[in-house]
């Protein structure tokens, strides 16, 4: 029987380079590019879901939990729209930094070194960010499972992850670890990306119902990424707890 989701590989990888976190030209570069979007597309969701009002911090009273935070490239965004925000990550490297980067910019955020299974907290969540995470834990099925037990009835969950096409091996790894040096080489292994009716049949399993299923794409003219209808590379699923 499964009882821990954390890939210590998974996790050494990450903590090694857990300094360069909030450097926009370090090793995150492409996740401080992948921001933006990021961001744009949970809050407008969110608001939508909840049917909360549009303003400067449109998500008050909003209870988020997201899982595997790093230095919290999200956790800070959306603790300034309002959100309450939990944030875990198993490397204990990557927390301290973002406790200390949070702290710095007077930022109110629960960050703890767990994972889903280790997290010592009775409440439930209304949101749950799994954003690129799914492709580095051990076991996905066990990941999703514990991920949904935290996750309130008609919450929502987000999971951002790589589909596993030849398309992605050539962008993900060939070209952005090989060839444009934007990822350290190994930040990926092909063998765990997700396709994307794996992850909607894992969803249901676990009473998590597909509600929106986007790509994501970058625009290398104007250097941004977008919504797109291509998920054969990054995508992201809307899912609410049934």
Same mark, same amino acid.
């Given at each position: 029987?499964?009882?821990?989701?954390?890939?210590?590989?998974?996790?050494?990888?990450?903590?090694?380079? +857990?300094?360069?976190?909030?450097?926009?030209?370090?090793?995150?570069?492409?996740?401080?590019?992948?921001n933006p979007?990021?961001?744009? *597309?949970?809050?407008?969701?969110?608001?939508?879901?909840?049917?909360?009002?549009?303003?400067?911090?449109?998500?008050?009273?909003?209870?988020?939990?997201?899982?595997?935070?790093?230095?919290?490239?999200?956790?800070?965004?959306?603790?300034?729209?309002? +959100?309450?925000?939990?944030?875990?990550?198993?490397?204990?490297?990557?927390?301290?930094?973002? %406790?200390?980067? +949070?702290?710095?910019?007077?930022?109110?955020?629960? *960050?703890?070194?767990?994972?889903?299974?280790?997290?010592?907290?009775?409440?439930?969540?209304?949101?749950?960010?799994?954003?690129?995470?799914?492709?580095?834990?051990?076991?996905?099925?066990?990941?999703?499972?514990?991920?949904?037990?935290?996750?309130?009835?008609?919450?929502?969950?987000?999971?951002?992850?790589?589909?596993?096409?030849?398309?992605? *091996?050539?962008?993900?790894?060939? @070209?952005?670890?090989?060839?444009?040096?934007?990822?350290?080489? @190994?930040?990926?292994?092909?063998?765990?990306?997700?396709?994307?009716?794996e992850l909607?049949?894992?969803?249901? %399993?676990?009473?998590?119902?597909?509600?929106?299923?986007? @790509?994501?794409?970058?625009?290398?003219?104007?250097?941004?990424?977008?919504?797109?209808?291509?998920?054969?590379?990054?995508?992201? @699923?809307?899912?609410?707890?049934?």
């Amino acid at each position: 029987m499964k009882s821990n989701s954390i890939n210590k590989r998974e996790i050494e990888k990450f903590s090694k380079i +857990a300094t360069e976190w909030w450097s926009p030209n370090g090793k995150f570069k492409p996740l401080h590019k992948f921001n933006p979007i990021r961001i744009q *597309y949970l809050k407008e969701n969110i608001i939508e879901h909840f049917k909360l009002k549009h303003s400067n911090r449109p998500l008050k009273k909003i209870n988020i939990l997201d899982i595997g935070c790093g230095g919290g490239l999200l956790s800070e965004p959306m603790s300034r729209l309002g +959100a309450n925000v939990t944030a875990i990550d198993a490397s204990k490297k990557n927390i301290e930094v973002a %406790k200390l980067h +949070a702290k710095k910019n007077n930022l109110k955020i629960n *960050y703890l070194c767990s994972s889903p299974e280790k997290l010592n907290i009775k409440k439930k969540f209304d949101v749950i960010l799994n954003m690129e995470i799914i492709e580095h834990v051990d076991d996905i099925n066990f990941f999703i499972k514990k991920s949904s037990n935290l996750l309130k009835k008609n919450g929502l969950m987000f999971v951002a992850t790589l589909n596993k096409t030849f398309k992605s *091996y050539v962008f993900a790894i060939i @070209g952005a670890e090989y060839i444009l040096k934007w990822l350290p080489i @190994g930040t990926h292994d092909w063998e765990k990306f997700v396709k994307p009716d794996e992850l909607v049949n894992l969803g249901k %399993k676990f009473n998590l119902k597909l509600k929106k299923l986007n @790509g994501m794409k970058f625009n290398p003219i104007i250097d941004k990424w977008h919504l797109s209808d291509d998920k054969s590379v990054n995508y992201i @699923g809307k899912f609410k707890k049934i």
